[in-house]
C-alpha cells in the first residue's frame, strides 16, 4: 500500500469537504463540516475566514483519523475554493474585518454601474473574459470597500480570496494567487496575463495589494509548527496554491486536454472546454478563463439546473415526497421517462436565477408553458429535466459553430447520478456523455491532482486521462436528437417573448 498520500479540501461556500487520495488518485477517506453565511442587509452574503479556519482544521482532522493514514504520510494538501471575494490583511496578516463578503454578495451593484460607464460593456468582457453579473466581482467589491470602508481599504496590504488565507494560515505565507482566480477578478487581462492597469485605475486598485499570478500547481510553502499541531499532521506536509472550484472539477472529471469536454449539473449547469485561445463570439458572453498551461477555459452557463429542477419536485410534486418518501427522487425519475422526449409539448424555463448565459437578465423567472389539460405530473417533471438541458444545449451549438465541438463529454455534478438526464443530454447534444466515478468527489479529486504535481509525487495534471476511473455512459438516440434538435428553436422563442413581459413584471412590487 502507498505511503505518500495528499489531502484535498473542497472548499464551497456551505461548507468544507476534506478527502484522502493516495497518488494513484485513489479515494480513501472523507471529512465535511460546514460553514455559515451572514445576511446583514439585503443582497449581502458573508462569511468569517475564522470559521473557515476552524472547519478546516477539524476537517482535517476528523478525514486523517478515518482514513488510517499516519499523519507524517500526508505528503501535500490542495485546495477546489470559490473565490470573487477580497479578505483584507493588514502588514502583520492579521484579518481586518471580522466578516467578509463572499461571492454571491451583490451589494456592489452601483461600483459595477460605474465601471460600466467607465469602460463599456463589451470592451470589459473582452478584456476579462468574465460574463456574470459585475456586481459579483472583486472589482466591483473593492471599489465598494474603498468608498465605504476607506480606512479598512488603506490598511490592507493584500486582499485575498478563500484558499490563499487558507494556505497562508497553515504556511504564514501569501504570495501567489492561481490564474483562475486572477481571471475571476475583474481586474485580470487575459490577454496579456496580467493585472489590467485601465480595469485597476477604474476600480482604484493598487497592483501591490492584489497577488502575482501563477499555476495553479505552484507550491506555496510547508505546514508551519503551530499549524501542523492544529491540523494533526506533521511540519513535512506541502501547500499548493490549488483551484478556482469549477476548474478544479473538470479537472477531477478527467478534463485537461484541449478540446476536451465537461457538462456539469449542480445548482447550477455548465458546459466547459480547454482550447489554446479563448472561444468568443458576437452578442452573447460565454465565460473565459486563463488557467494556465497556455489553456483558456471556456463556459456556457444555465445558472439554475437541479436548483430548478428541485423547486419543481418540492413544490409541484409534494406528494411524491409524502408517498415515497427519501425515494422521491427514484419515483420523479420514472415518471418523467414515461413523458418521453420534449415532454409532451410542456417547456419549462428553468430561469429562477435570471436565465443562462444566452438569455440573461435580472428581471427572467422561471416558467412552465405549453400546459394543456391532458398533460400530466410525469410531463412537468420532464420539462423540469429539460429546461436546464435545452439552456446547455444552446451553449453545445455554440461549441459547435466555434468547430471545436468533439463526439464525447464528460459528465459531473449531483444531477449526473441521474440516468435519464444523462440520456437527455446525450440526446440533446448529440455526443456520448461519460460519466466519471466517485461524482461527489470530483473537485476534490482535481485538486488533489494538483496537490501531487505541485509536490512532485504526481508527473503532471495530464495523468488526469489515466487517473479518473469512468463508472458508465449514455450514446446518443437519433430519434430524440431530431425531435430536441426541432424543439430548440420553440424553446428560444419561449425566452425571447416573455422577455419584455418579465421586465415589466419587475417594475411592481408584491
Not at 470597500?145 to 504556511?171: Q, S
Not at 478556482?244 to 484541449?258: E, M, P, T
Not at 449547469?269 to 452573447?284: E, H, I, Q, S
Not at 436548483?307 to 418518501?325: F, I, M, T
Request: charged fraction near 20%.
Amino acid at each position: 500500500m502507498s505511503s505518500q498520500y495528499v489531502l484535498a479540501h473542497d472548499f464551497g461556500t456551505s461548507g468544507d469537504k476534506a478527502c484522502i487520495f493516495d497518488t494513484d488518485g485513489n479515494f480513501l477517506a472523507e471529512a465535511y463540516y460546514p460553514i455559515k453565511t451572514y445576511y446583514p442587509q439585503p443582497d449581502w452574503a458573508e462569511q468569517r475566514p475564522e470559521e473557515w479556519w476552524q472547519a478546516v482544521k477539524d476537517a482535517t482532522h476528523e478525514v486523517v483519523a478515518n482514513s488510517g493514514v499516519a499523519p507524517r504520510d500526508v505528503k501535500a494538501i490542495s485546495f477546489s475554493s470559490h473565490g470573487m471575494t477580497a479578505i483584507p490583511i493588514d502588514k502583520d496578516g492579521n484579518l481586518l474585518l471580522q466578516q467578509v463578503m463572499t461571492w454571491m454578495d451583490a451589494r456592489s451593484t452601483k461600483e459595477a454601474e460605474y465601471i460600466l460607464t467607465q469602460i463599456g460593456a463589451r470592451e470589459r468582457y473582452e478584456k476579462t473574459g468574465n460574463s456574470f453579473d459585475v456586481a459579483l466581482y472583486p472589482s466591483s467589491k473593492l471599489l465598494w470597500m474603498k468608498r465605504n470602508m476607506p480606512e479598512i481599504y488603506e490598511k490592507a496590504v493584500k486582499f485575498l480570496n478563500p484558499k490563499e488565507y487558507l494556505a497562508y494560515r497553515m504556511t504564514g505565507i501569501y504570495q501567489n494567487t492561481d490564474y483562475g482566480d486572477a481571471g475571476m477578478s475583474g481586474l485580470y487581462n487575459m490577454n496579456t496575463h496580467k493585472w489590467d492597469e485601465e480595469l485597476m485605475r477604474i476600480s482604484g486598485v493598487e497592483e501591490e495589494k492584489l497577488l502575482v499570478p501563477a499555476e495553479n500547481t505552484t507550491p506555496v510553502g510547508n505546514l508551519t509548527k503551530q499549524a501542523a499541531e492544529e491540523m494533526g499532521l506533521t511540519t513535512d506536509t506541502l501547500v499548493v496554491l490549488g483551484s478556482w472550484d469549477n476548474y478544479a472539477c473538470a479537472l477531477g472529471g478527467g478534463v485537461r486536454k484541449k478540446n476536451t469536454f465537461v457538462a456539469c449539473l449542480g445548482t447550477a449547469g455548465w458546459v466547459g472546454v480547454n482550447n489554446d485561445k479563448p472561444l468568443m463570439a458576437d452578442g452573447f458572453m460565454s465565460n473565459v478563463v486563463y488557467v494556465g498551461n497556455d489553456t483558456y477555459f471556456t463556459s456556457v452557463h444555465s445558472h439554475s439546473a437541479c436548483a430548478a429542477y428541485e423547486w419543481v419536485v418540492r413544490n409541484l410534486c409534494a406528494d411524491l415526497s409524502e408517498k415515497y418518501g427519501k425515494q422521491v427522487h427514484e419515483a420523479a425519475t420514472e415518471l418523467a421517462a414515461q413523458a418521453g422526449a420534449g415532454a409532451n409539448g410542456v417547456f419549462f424555463l428553468p430561469s429562477m436565477f435570471s436565465g443562462n448565459t444566452f438569455y440573461s437578465d435580472a428581471s427572467l423567472a422561471g416558467s412552465l408553458v405549453g400546459l394543456k389539460m391532458h398533460h400530466t405530473k410525469a410531463d412537468i417533471l420532464r420539462a423540469a429535466m429539460e429546461g436546464p438541458a435545452f439552456d446547455l444545449m444552446m451553449g453545445v451549438d455554440f461549441y459547435k459553430m466555434m468547430g471545436v465541438m468533439t463526439d464525447e463529454a464528460r459528465l459531473i455534478g449531483g444531477g449526473a447520478n441521474n440516468r435519464l438526464w444523462m440520456q437527455i443530454l446525450a440526446d440533446m447534444f448529440g455526443v456520448k456523455m461519460i460519466r466519471p466515478k466517485n461524482l461527489q468527489y470530483i473537485g476534490a479529486l482535481g485538486a488533489a491532482l494538483i496537490a501531487g504535481v505541485g509536490a512532485g509525487l504526481i508527473k503532471s495534471l495530464d495523468v488526469v486521462s489515466d487517473v479518473v476511473q469512468l463508472s458508465d455512459s449514455a450514446e446518443p438516440n437519433a430519434r430524440d436528437m431530431e425531435k430536441y434538435r426541432q424543439l430548440l428553436p420553440v424553446f428560444k422563442r419561449f425566452y425571447e417573448s416573455l422577455m419584455p413581459a418579465y421586465k415589466e413584471l419587475s417594475q411592481f412590487t408584491f
